[in-house]
């Protein structure tokens, strides 16, 4: 479990001049998160996965001997920016930054329990707001029937299936590669734990989605349309009774307007020269 900054157990190190909390992914696996509808979907490439696979697996190759007593070096992940949120009388972390992150850290747990062990462990949980079948998804991500229903989901498909092809060419060299990485990812790799607070108190949907742009502005993979959405999002552009199906509607319309734009038969017509 994830304790306030107030309650450190022993071993977690405090970066007192922004209350930033290194955690390990081991204490993160019995948490629950929750992706609000202001957030971009998952996006991250082949390169990108597999390029954090590479870092990890160099870094515990390179990793010196450590003495008894000694402090073991850490691998550090960017920051996770989070608030708490409860839902249905269930806390959950809302997630305002660090989403592609988490996802691929749980994408390579499913892995770990797919093909290594007997009986699965523990695996945190991620809920999207604008999909409500995700925690289903998240738990079958192998399945292409679901994958092609949203873009989202292809694009998680797409990772693990990368995640996959990595072990499987490397499982010739090293046998003990799934158990070793397992290990290193688990406890060796740790995040930044930025919990988000407005003088003391948890910050309201508007300050999320503030914090969301400060923190993404500069970012390559986030576009001007996916801040965009995020404003568009705001609750405070909303009926207080209609703002959950407002938001969904209008992130259900948006994903279909991404995905149609990404379909090259759907700007075929315009490449076409005209005929005068």
């Not at 405090?14 to 929750?34: R, Y």
Request: aromatic share 12%; net charge negative; with cysteine.
């Amino acid at each position: 479990m994830i304790p306030d900054t107030n309650s450190l157990t022993q071993g977690r190190q405090i970066l007192e001049e922004h209350d930033l909390i290194l955690i390990p992914v081991n204490d993160l696996l019995d948490e629950k998160f929750f992706i609000p509808a202001y957030q971009r979907g998952y996006r991250w490439t082949d390169t990108h996965v597999e390029q954090l696979l590479n870092d990890l697996w160099d870094f515990h190759q390179d990793s010196p001997s450590v003495l008894r007593g000694e402090e073991k070096p850490f691998y550090c992940l960017q920051p996770i920016a989070v608030k708490k949120k409860d839902i249905n009388g269930i806390s959950h972390w809302e997630v305002i930054d660090g989403q592609q992150r988490l996802t691929t850290i749980l994408i390579m747990l499913y892995y770990f329990n797919q093909t290594a062990f007997k009986i699965p462990n523990p695996l945190f949980s991620l809920s999207y707001e604008t999909r409500e079948d995700s925690e289903t998804f998240l738990k079958n991500i192998e399945d292409e029937t679901l994958a092609a229903k949203n873009i989202d989901y292809y694009h998680i498909h797409l990772a693990y299936k990368k995640v996959c092809e990595w072990f499987d060419a490397r499982q010739i060299i090293s046998r003990s590669i799934r158990s070793d990485f397992y290990s290193v990812l688990v406890n060796t790799v740790k995040v930044i734990w930025y919990k988000v607070e407005q003088e003391g108190k948890q910050v309201g949907n508007s300050a999320s989605i503030d914090v969301f742009t400060r923190l993404n502005i500069g970012k390559i993979p986030l576009t001007n349309a996916e801040l965009i959405k995020a404003l568009f999002l705001q609750k405070s552009n909303f009926d207080d009774s209609k703002v959950n199906l407002k938001q969904l509607q209008i992130a259900s319309e948006w994903d279909i307007i991404e995905k149609q734009l990404q379909d090259d038969a759907f700007w075929f017509l315009y490449m076409i020269p005209k005929i005068s």
